[in-house]
């Protein structure tokens, strides 16, 4: 999340010194589509869920982005009793209106707490009613999409087989031709048949509760809940939490069983009776989804690559914790490239040729800013411009553990600033052309369409950033990168993102994300 939310900031023209030489800001507001999964899911709803905040904004704020405790343990300002028998009675609600539970409702409610500035973290928020924001609805934010896959209890998820499922204000379903589908989200919940709804059903409403779709797309930290139950073998639980608490989510845990632990169910299965010769779903009374990650594409690619939305350049983040030192190895969008190839599950999509890992690191392309795509003559279908943004140490070690409980504001900025230097090579001081060539990657398909002739400054652009089909698979050698620049010492780290006319005080966090012009 927070390595994202860096990289949002310095797009975003509302951020402080995003609009100085060097930077990137308004790119945000240029955008039509931006997606996020898992960490990346976070930032994403978080963002929309409170009136399309700024990044600065959120972490300014006193109510939301404040990570310092644990997610066991919750907001200072709730006690932990209060804390956790909200999360419980809301959960409990569910259960009394005749839905099946699942360990996400629990994770869902603990993020709700974390990410949405409302009372108990907005029990009665929707993901749907995003679409009654005013910035939403006029047009003047970028179309958000949450991602999920497709998983039966027991079942391994695998790139080339996985259902991807898109989450909308909209709708929720899948292109894929497993599903090619999709219904309201606002009414998800209802029993429809074969995409109608009979008469004899009711038409439900509040069945996608924020949290839970936030918590659907990162049902992979399903595990943090899971601490409470086996908390007397690890050190993850505080202390002061209740032991009925423990105790009754205990029981709430086993009775839901090991098979489940990622699942997060969406029963009454909106897709029953839906594209039977296609969707292996659609006999099952149950919808069951987990982490959009789980198929190795951490990086939301996805909904970005249905050639009849027409996108020309998807500028990606990866921040994904590959190598042994955990950061990217490009593992993500090779994932992506390799389910492009399958055609029987990737139909109407498209996606450039990339090489494996060890020539991801071997030429060092997880290090840098890397165009893939750049000549739509030399693809086999047609795929928009991947600008490909890794992880990497400008100024800060962000390769932070994926399931570290808590983090403390000093580090929290850091890892922004961190991201937003990734996003600008910190303000061009890595390659004072950066946001020309930004600027060119965003033109290249139009240069085509046009028949265009592509200016000097351009050409040269696409010489020093697009990969040019190089290979390098030979075994490649541990990677452990070195600062950029002069590192932050968290300690001081608030003080120096406030004196940094450049780069002001923002926040990151693991995640994926993807935003598309």
């Not at 209060?82 to 809301?90: E, F």
């Not at 090619?180 to 004899?200: A, E, H, I």
């Not at 033109?443 to 028949?451: A, N």
């Amino acid at each position: 999340m927070l390595n994202g939310a860096g990289a949002i900031a310095a797009w975003d023209s509302r951020s402080d010194g995003s609009q100085t030489a060097g930077n990137l800001g308004g790119l945000l507001q240029s955008a039509t589509y931006l997606s996020g999964l898992s960490g990346g899911g976070w930032l994403v709803g978080s963002i929309y869920t409170n009136n399309f905040t700024s990044v600065q904004d959120a972490v300014n704020s006193p109510s939301i982005w404040m990570f310092d405790d644990s997610i066991l343990k919750g907001p200072e300002k709730y006690s932990l009793l209060q804390y956790y028998r909200n999360i419980l009675d809301a959960v409990d609600g569910k259960d009394q209106a005749g839905y099946d539970r699942s360990i996400t409702d629990y994770w869902g409610r603990m993020l709700s707490y974390q990410l949405i500035d409302a009372t108990d973290g907005g029990p009665g928020f929707t993901f749907s009613s995003i679409a009654d924001d005013e910035g939403f609805s006029s047009g003047k934010t970028p179309l958000p999409f949450l991602i999920a896959d497709g998983r039966a209890p027991g079942q391994k998820v695998i790139s080339s087989n996985s259902t991807i499922f898109e989450f909308t204000p909209w709708e929720l379903g899948s292109s894929d031709p497993t599903l090619d589908g999709f219904v309201p989200l606002r009414y998800v919940g209802s029993k429809f048949n074969n995409g109608t709804l009979p008469s004899s059903e009711k038409c439900i409403e509040g069945f996608d509760n924020a949290g839970f779709v936030m918590g659907t797309s990162s049902s992979l930290f399903n595990q943090i809940v899971l601490y409470l139950k086996d908390n007397a073998s690890n050190n993850y639980v505080p202390a002061d939490v209740p032991k009925f608490i423990i105790d009754a989510l205990t029981t709430v845990l086993k009775a839901l069983g090991d098979t489940s632990n990622d699942i997060a169910d969406w029963t009454p299965n909106p897709f029953k009776g839906w594209n039977a010769a296609n969707n292996p779903g659609a006999g099952s009374e149950r919808l069951t989804l987990v982490d959009g990650g789980e198929d190795l594409q951490n990086v939301p690619y996805h909904p970005h690559l249905l050639r009849d939305r027409e996108v020309d350049v998807v500028f990606s983040v990866d921040s994904s914790a590959d190598t042994e030192t955990s950061w990217p190895d490009g593992a993500s969008a090779i994932a992506t490239y390799e389910r492009s190839l399958q055609k029987n599950i990737s139909a109407g999509t498209g996606f450039p040729a990339v090489p494996g890992k060890d020539t991801f690191l071997n030429l060092g392309l997880n290090t840098k800013p890397v165009f893939f795509g750049c000549n739509s003559t030399n693809l086999t279908s047609p795929s928009p411009l991947i600008v490909y943004l890794p992880n990497y140490p400008y100024i800060y070690a962000s390769n932070i553990s994926t399931f570290q409980m808590a983090i403390k504001s000093g580090q929290r900025d850091a890892i922004i600033q961190n991201g937003w230097a990734v996003a600008t090579q910190l303000n061009a001081t890595r390659d004072a052309d950066w946001p020309v060539c930004v600027g060119c990657a965003m033109l290249s398909r139009s240069f085509e369409r046009t028949k265009t002739a592509v200016p000097d400054k351009c050409q040269q652009c696409f010489t020093r950033y697009c990969w040019d089909g190089s290979l390098n698979e030979t075994k490649a050698a541990p990677y452990d990168p070195k600062y950029f620049s002069t590192p932050i010492e968290v300690k001081s780290a608030a003080s120096a993102v406030l004196g940094s006319a450049a780069m002001p005080m923002f926040f990151a966090f693991i995640a994926g994300l993807a935003f598309v012009i």
